[in-house]
């Protein structure tokens, strides 16, 4: 057990986490910091799962927040009369009825993003690989159906499976399920899985039967666990879900709950977007028929920091405009503009997350020229100033 604080004037706050869990553990940082900031709290976390529920009955804390997705911390937090702040995806159930406050990550935004991160590579085939279903994991089912409807409205088909076992005590039997399924998809592919273990399972698989990652199968997980996703081989590339931002949120709701204030309905339910994908390995593949159209793909990723332009790209492949236009919407979806900046972006969002480089250098080494088109340019793509991305990360 650890508790974090030692003034005994402060208000005791139970966090009941899995902190062996990617999102939960995620999720306690900014939990944490908005205690930095607000210095009345004394955490109580407990690193053993049978003993993170403290004895409620005896416990005399303020308030707990809780990942109500684990059925027995559920059981144990229904009915207690102080507040909890729920931060477990078990709310898009439409079974679940208890009336705690939540702040939780946006499934439906996790799916599109996914399913856009597939589409912008050129891939015509889709899977989705979810966990069995129970009445506490609903955000796998969510994840599968929201990414099904997102390639259907392009008009794709997407293949699902979810499974028998799910537990890695029963590798051989998993393991067994998701190559017979496997191997009726029809490659190349671009797989999404619910979160980073599934996505490693369905690796292992893919390694049995011999199928090349990511020629053959692209596989994205979520939740952007770096020791799974940088132990996989090859590396696995993972959706970057807002958990600094629902722990400092579901802890600034809880201060509010036990200080009495006002709280909109806004507030008592808050859904968290995404921050992006962080692109590994096992994604970073082009999955283009039209050849023309690969080429000058290629070509402007090549040429992206010598400031690449349209009419580069056009010299280079020895085409009209409307012709490699046409060819690019029919195949991509959109213009050769359109994936030079795409390109700009994604390279903007790698160099903020993994280096110091000033907004300067960075508008250098991604060909956009001025850090005032920059900012614009992200802005208008992420809905975040380039600052405000970067801190996420931090």
């Known amino acids: 057990m650890v508790i974090i604080g030692f003034d005994m004037s402060q208000q005791e706050i139970a966090l009941i986490l899995n902190i062996n869990k990617p999102y939960d553990r995620k999720v306690v940082t900014g939990i944490a910091r908005f205690t930095r900031t607000h210095r009345k709290w004394r955490l109580y976390v407990e690193d053993e799962p049978l003993a993170k529920i403290p004895n409620l009955k005896r416990w005399r804390g303020q308030g707990l927040i809780a990942d109500l997705d684990d059925q027995q911390v559920f059981e144990a937090v229904r009915g207690l009369k102080f507040p909890v702040v729920n931060i477990g995806g078990a709310i898009f159930d439409k079974a679940w009825t208890h009336d705690t406050p939540y702040v939780t990550t946006d499934n439906p935004a996790v799916a599109k993003l996914a399913a856009q991160h597939f589409l912008d590579q050129g891939f015509t085939n889709f899977a989705y690989c979810g966990i069995r279903q129970t009445p506490f994991n609903p955000w796998s089912r969510m994840r599968g159906v929201c990414f099904q409807e997102a390639v259907n ?52 698989a893919c390694r049995r039967l011999g199928l090349r990652i990511p020629a053959d199968v692209a596989i994205l997980g979520v939740d952007n666990d770096e020791m799974i996703c940088e132990l996989a081989y090859p ?147 992420t809905k975040l100033t380039p600052g405000q991305y970067r801190q996420q990360f931090k």
């Open 153 to 204: 409205e392009r008009g794709f088909d997407c293949s699902t499976y979810f499974g028998r076992h799910s537990s890695a005590q029963q590798w051989e039997a998993v393991q067994k399920g998701l190559c017979n399924w496997l191997s009726t998809l029809r490659l190349p592919i671009g797989l999404f899985a619910c979160n980073d273990a599934r996505a490693r399972h369905v690796q292992e």
């Open 235 to 381: 590396t696995l590339s993972s959706i970057v879900l807002g958990t600094n931002t629902i722990g400092y949120e579901a802890a600034r709701l809880l201060d509010d709950l036990i200080s009495g204030r006002r709280i909109s309905n806004s507030r008592r339910r808050q859904i968290v977007p995404p921050i992006g994908i962080d692109v590994r390995e096992s994604t970073n593949t082009i999955a283009i028929t039209d050849k023309l159209v690969a080429r000058a793909v290629e070509y402007i990723r090549l040429q992206l920091e010598s400031g690449v332009r349209v009419s580069d790209v056009l010299k280079e492949m020895d085409v009209s405009r409307s012709t490699l236009d046409n060819r690019f919407r029919v195949t991509l979806g959109r213009t050769v503009h359109d994936e030079i900046e795409r390109f700009r972006l994604e390279r903007t969002q790698e160099l903020l997350k993994t280096t110091n480089d000033t907004l300067s250098e960075i508008a250098t080494q991604t060909g956009f020229g001025s850090v005032q088109y920059l900012a614009t340019v992200f802005r208008r793509s």
